[in-house]
């Protein structure tokens, strides 16, 4: 029997492929104002306002579901008779990981005849979004559940994501630099370039003055990292800026032949982490 694929929210993945395939998702969750939200792939999330009332100086943080709700949530599944391939977000960039883990072995002493497989994509948002989408229509034509898993093993680090965001405060918030970094590269005007390493963590990897270096910056990295885009789709992915989603779009345009480029709004959870301005896009390419 073929499992049921299945991610959550912080990948990213389109509603659309979602409704195509019929791929439960977890919803993830984000605290505003002191409302505890959980994250649906923008199907009733008001994304508009999110990013308003952060620009308005509201202060969102994330938690974590614990290893009961993973239990609870697929139960169901688990008596039906189905196994399940959970296909993840990266384990270097949260705790969710280590939490569905332990819920897994937990509920499998319960169902002993039943299987849930992980798989740590080392990516997130598009880019994680893009592999269980590579995973559903590996599915569709007819792959098994080890064929897709093996695939994803092999390919994960090829999936890129280069990033820069607007304000270095949100960095700061996150221990991603410290506040003295924050403040000055703000009155210098410096926009951070930062990527997912190999072991799915988010590093800085340069920086630059001004928005439109950064943009520019991307691109480059874009051409330098893809080898053969022929076939492959590129996520960008924005926080409320699609002015500049669209420049990059039609600056890799001119650089890059992809089968397609989506453009999308990046989603609450990533949105706390790295606040509005956000611009990152993702891609398979070169090994990382």
């Known amino acids: 029997?073929?499992?049921?694929?299945?991610?959550?929210?912080?990948?990213?993945?389109?509603?659309?492929?979602?409704?195509?395939?019929?791929?439960?998702?977890?919803?993830?969750?984000?605290?505003?104002?002191n409302q505890?939200?959980?994250y649906d792939l923008g199907r009733e999330?008001?994304?508009?306002?999110?990013?308003?009332?952060?620009?308005?100086?509201?202060?969102?943080?994330?938690?974590?579901?614990?290893?009961?709700?993973?239990?609870?949530?697929?139960?169901?599944?688990?008596?039906?008779?189905?196994?399940?391939?959970?296909?993840?977000?990266?384990?270097?960039?949260?705790?969710?990981f280590n939490c569905i883990n332990m819920a897994r072995e937990?509920?499998?002493?319960?169902f002993p005849e039943r299987k849930i497989t992980l798989v740590?994509?080392?990516?997130?948002s598009g880019g994680a979004g893009l592999l269980v989408y590579e995973a559903l229509k590996m599915r569709?034509?007819?792959?098994?559940?080890?064929?897709?898993?093996?695939?994803?093993?092999?390919?994960?680090?090829?999936?890129?994501?280069?990033?820069?965001?607007?304000?270095?405060?949100h960095l700061k918030r996150g221990g991603r630099i410290s506040t003295a970094e924050?403040?000055?590269g703000g009155i210098l005007d410096i926009k951070p370039i930062l990527?997912?390493?190999?072991?799915?963590?988010?590093?800085?990897?340069?920086?630059?003055?001004?928005?439109?270096?950064?943009?520019?910056?991307l691109a480059s990295n874009v051409e330098q990292t893809v080898g053969d885009p022929a076939g492959k789709i590129c996520v960008i992915l924005h926080g409320d800026c699609e002015a500049d989603a669209l420049l990059l779009k039609q600056q890799i345009e001119n650089k890059v032949a992809f089968q397609e480029i989506w453009v999308r709004k990046v989603g609450p959870v990533i949105g706390t982490h790295a606040g509005p301005g956000v611009l990152a896009v993702c891609y398979l390419g070169n090994e990382r």
């Open 1 to 33: 029997m073929q499992s049921i694929i299945m991610t959550d929210s912080n990948t990213e993945l389109p509603l659309e492929v979602v409704d195509k395939y019929n791929v439960p998702f977890v919803r993830m969750p984000y605290t505003i104002n």
């Open 36 to 38: 505890e939200y959980f």
């Open 45 to 96: 999330s008001n994304l508009d306002d999110f990013y308003a009332q952060v620009r308005g100086g509201a202060m969102p943080i994330t938690s974590m579901l614990p290893p009961a709700f993973y239990e609870e949530y697929w139960r169901p599944m688990l008596e039906a008779g189905n196994d399940i391939l959970f296909i993840c977000f990266s384990s270097q960039l949260s705790g969710a």
């Open 106 to 110: 937990t509920i499998l002493q319960e």
């Open 120 to 124: 740590d994509t080392k990516s997130i």
């Open 140 to 169: 569709e034509n007819g792959k098994t559940d080890e064929e897709i898993v093996a695939w994803l093993e092999e390919n994960r680090t090829r999936m890129h994501h280069w990033v820069t965001v607007n304000d270095l405060m």
């Open 182 to 184: 924050a403040v000055f």
């Open 195 to 217: 990527k997912i390493n190999a072991e799915g963590k988010l590093l800085p990897c340069g920086k630059v003055s001004g928005r439109k270096k950064a943009i520019r910056t």
